[in-house]
């Protein structure tokens, strides 16, 4: 029963991340990022941050330039 609660909880953050192949090169794409929130204010500045750092783990890792 326990389980089946935490399989069903509400993230406030849910990203996703995929790849693809743009020319020869194999590339990281963010598929999708959803941010829940009642503020529509606070929930633009939270898109804001989480996309610098999706932004940030991309080129740090070496993914993009």
Known sequence: MESE???N???QYEVEVGH???GSHHVLILKS???R???LADVVAQ????LE???EIFVEGGFTQ
């Open 37 to 39: 929130d009642d503020n």
């Open 33 to 35: 990022l959803k941010v």
């Open 5 to 7: 609660a935490i399989l």
């Open 9 to 11: 909880k509400q993230y």
């Open 47 to 50: 898109l804001e941050a989480c």
């Open 53 to 55: 750092s999706v932004k």
């Open 20 to 22: 693809a192949k743009q």
